[in-house]
């Protein structure tokens, strides 16, 4: 009988959820919602948001709060996480345009909505299949974020705005549930 | 049973020859599931995991590092499978985990570093008598290949990466590109003819003890100069090439400097210590503004990150200090060809001694 050949993938995991993960209750409208935008310092990524959080303001009279990641490239620390719990109705977290920064803000995403808040996690099309497989790994498998063509990096200002403005109807979907019921 | 008996191996006690058909259905058995790099994997079995493990003092469960945001850690057991994987021997499990460890003392790669756009690689330089006593090459051709310690040890580590940490191309690594050579950059130092300290002795591991550093380099360039008696032409040419626009994304950087022996030489006897050739450089490294503006890389010529663009004619510094600039002698004295390596954020600054079991 023969040795057995070891698998080389271990069977240690650490403590990043693996349990499902739920997704927040949606309000029926942003109406006068405190918008926390987290912003993870990639070119463009700050006025692409500000102008997300411009068009909502106009659209919905949302108060506004900024915060850039401490390291863009991981998921955010819990104490930051805290503090946009306690001060944010909706999250909207981008641009997630690099290799480590697209799965760390659908992790951000993931974890935010285990704490009770919606989050529109903004994705350029190039990293949907690594946002989806760290959704997937915090055990949120289909987890549903807003995306935006690749490369936002190198767009000029008017062409962020316009980026902006198409993404909005995505973000408000994603941010809101008027059917009277949640997922 | 094998059909035919190899020439000697008629007399008691003498192996069985080994069976490649065997062997084949084996490797085909770990690229099935997953496990392989591209390369064939040496199939582990117990006895071989026992090998391993019996050349170190720590716990087969030890954790040995994790990778938060995946969820993934890594113990000694599993670093022993991907190892022996690699086609290490037993004997070279210590510079694993060394090598493991100092890898892990780097921010970059704790953080978003292995599913970079960047797709950088670990430079693993090794010191001290471990070298000579597992066959590490010290000499010509330091970036390989030929030399099972400096291929599979690296292998190692991507293995690790790969399977135990989960992160498989196209998946959670992203790599644009990548670097050529990935997992397989492994350099033991030339002391015998470096006219300097040994490379450990800058990460805190003096005393000429078997030490492993690691940080990450996103590709490498090499600056061939056999052309004058001048040093200081020659850290002019090197300085042409640390400033090189089209590797810099950031307003500071870092690289290392893989010297060859003759270069290395050059430097000290016209009586510059590492510490010289360092300071000449972070000196004089980097390009005016205009230059910047000119590739559209106004963000990087700033003072700090995000801040604002200095002006075309500030000259913009890239090399902030001494640890932004690790230097280290590697190759043959047969050709005044060096390597600008650059580094994916920075060095720890820290060299992992190498501990057998005692």
Redesign the interface.
């Given at each position: 009988m023969?040795?057995?050949?070891?698998?080389?993938?271990?069977?240690?995991?650490?403590?990043?959820?693996?349990a499902a993960a739920p997704r927040a209750r949606r309000p029926a409208s942003l109406n006068g919602a405190r918008v926390g935008l987290l912003i993870n310092?990639k070119?463009n990524a700050r006025p692409f948001l500000e102008e997300v959080g411009r068009l909502l303001t106009e659209k919905y009279d949302v108060t506004l709060t900024e915060r850039t990641k401490v390291?863009?490239?991981?998921?955010e620390p819990d104490e930051v996480i805290k503090e946009l719990v306690a001060d944010s109705d909706v999250v909207i977290t981008g641009v997630g345009d690099?290799?480590?920064?697209?799965?760390?803000a659908a992790?951000d995403g993931v974890v935010l909505e285990t704490a009770g808040v919606p989050v529109a996690a903004i994705i350029t099309e190039s990293?949907i299949?690594?946002a989806d497989?760290?959704a997937a790994?915090?055990g949120a498998p289909g987890y549903k974020y807003a995306t935006t063509a690749h490369p936002v990096a190198v767009l000029t200002e008017d062409k962020v705005k316009e980026r902006a403005a198409q993404v909005l109807d995505d973000v408000v979907a994603l941010l809101t549930d008027s059917s009277g019921k949640n997922d | 049973m094998t059909d035919e008996a190899p020439e000697g191996s008629g007399a008691l006690g003498a192996p069985e020859a080994p069976d490649p058909d065997e062997a084949q259905r084996?490797i085909e058995?770990?690229y099935d599931?997953g496990?392989s790099d591209g390369l064939p994997l040496v199939?582990?079995?117990?006895?071989l995991?026992d090998r391993f493990l019996a050349t170190t003092d720590k716990e087969p469960?030890e954790?040995i590092g994790?990778l938060?945001?995946?969820?993934?850690?890594?113990?000694v057991?599993?670093a022993a499978?991907?190892a022996a994987?690699a086609g290490c021997k037993p004997e070279y499990f210590p510079v694993v985990l060394a090598a493991f460890d100092a890898l892990m003392r780097e921010r970059a790669a704790r953080?978003?570093?292995f599913?970079?756009?960047s797709g950088p690689a670990p430079l693993i330089v090794v010191n001290g008598p471990v070298r000579k006593e597992l066959g590490f090459n010290t000499a010509g051709g330091a970036f390989g290949p030929g030399f099972r310690p400096n291929m599979t040890i690296p292998r190692a580590v991507g293995?690790i990466v790969r399977?135990?940490f989960?992160i498989h191309p196209?998946?959670?690594?992203?790599?644009t590109q990548g670097v050529p050579g990935r997992w397989s950059i492994c350099v033991a130092e030339n002391e015998e003819e470096s006219p300097w300290e040994p490379f450990a002795e800058n990460g805190g591991a003096g005393g000429g003890v078997s030490a492993v550093s690691v940080t990450l380099t996103r590709t490498m360039e090499f600056v061939d100069n056999r052309h004058t008696p001048n040093h200081e032409d020659v850290l002019r040419d090197l300085q042409d090439t640390i400033g090189r626009i089209g590797s810099l994304i950031f307003p500071q950087t870092s690289v290392a400097l893989v010297l060859c022996p003759e270069h290395a030489q050059m430097f000290a006897a016209a009586g510059m210590s590492k510490a010289d050739v360092q300071n000449w450089l972070i000196e004089r490294s980097g390009r005016t503004g205009r230059e910047f503006r000119l590739m559209g890389k106004e963000?990087v010529a700033t003072k700090t990150?995000?801040g604002p663009f200095e002006g075309d004619d500030a000259f913009h510094a890239i090399l902030s200090g001494p640890r932004q600039i690790p230097v280290i002698v590697a190759g043959a004295k047969n050709a005044a060809i060096s390597m600008v390596v650059r580094i994916f954020g920075e060095w720890s600054g820290t060299a992992v001694p190498v501990v057998e079991k005692k």
């Open positions: 023969p040795n057995a050949i070891l698998d080389p993938t271990g069977s240690v995991k650490s403590k990043a959820a693996t310092t070119q390291n863009f490239a991981v998921p690099c290799g480590s920064c697209s799965a760390a992790a990293f299949p690594t497989a760290m790994l915090r | 084996a058995y770990c599931q496990w199939p582990v079995s117990r006895p995991l469960d954790i994790s938060e945001q995946v969820g993934r850690d890594v113990d057991r599993t499978i991907n994987m953080g978003g570093g599913q970079s756009t293995l399977n135990a989960g196209h998946v959670l690594e992203q790599a963000s990150f995000h």
